[in-house]
């Protein structure tokens, strides 16, 4: 448990964000937990992040000037996102997870399925058929069709189901973070949700 620093909350360590001052006093996410200094915790949420920057609590909080980077908040999105792919990366090397609408489908249906993810940006393609048979798995959807591609070696991927294990543990408590902190709406809508999609992908 930790207190955020821009609510004031304790919450679980897994719905917060650590940030550390680098050695020049640059506010800095720390995704891993591993960078030194004192943590500097704030709640996943885009309202929580805002708050923080915009009430300069950072330095209140670390008793010290903190020099908060311009692009904090975009920052923060993308290491989620690459954090998110890599974990879908290693998962799909360990094989422990699998894409396309039919592999899906076969995997969820074992029992073992741990998340099922599908791209933000896709069109209506059988997401609801897959949402039926994910009962009992986490369903998290945060990433772009070409999000999902890249954790594939392919240019763009739908539907991605992971089996049970630490690293669909790791991938559903950091795909958690990225939904509160990414506008998945405005993303897709920017991206054309709907638009036509295989249900193999």
Request: aromatic share 4%.
């Amino acid at each position: 448990m930790r207190r955020c620093i821009a609510t004031g909350e304790v919450r679980p360590k897994a719905e917060l964000i650590r940030f550390v001052l680098s050695p020049e006093g640059v506010v800095t996410p720390d995704l891993a937990e591993k960078l030194p200094g004192r943590g500097l915790w704030v709640t996943a949420t885009t309202a929580a992040l805002d708050r923080a920057i915009e009430r300069k609590v950072f330095a209140r909080a670390a008793r010290q000037k903190a020099a908060i980077p311009d692009n904090l908040q975009n920052s923060v999105v993308e290491l989620l996102t690459r954090r998110c792919i890599e974990y879908l990366s290693l998962a799909r090397r360990a094989g422990q997870a699998v894409a396309g609408f039919e592999k899906c489908l076969a995997q969820l249906k074992t029992g073992n399925a741990a998340v099922y993810t599908a791209a933000v940006d896709r069109g209506d393609d059988g997401a609801a058929k897959l949402e039926r048979a994910a009962a009992g798995a986490a369903s998290v959807h945060v990433l772009t069709r070409d999000e999902l591609g890249q954790a594939f070696g392919r240019p763009q991927a739908v539907h991605v189901v992971v089996q049970k294990g630490g690293l669909a543990e790791a991938f559903a408590r950091t795909a958690a973070k990225l939904a509160g902190v990414r506008s998945v709406e405005t993303l897709a809508q920017g991206l054309g949700a709907g638009a036509e999609g295989s249900e193999n992908e």
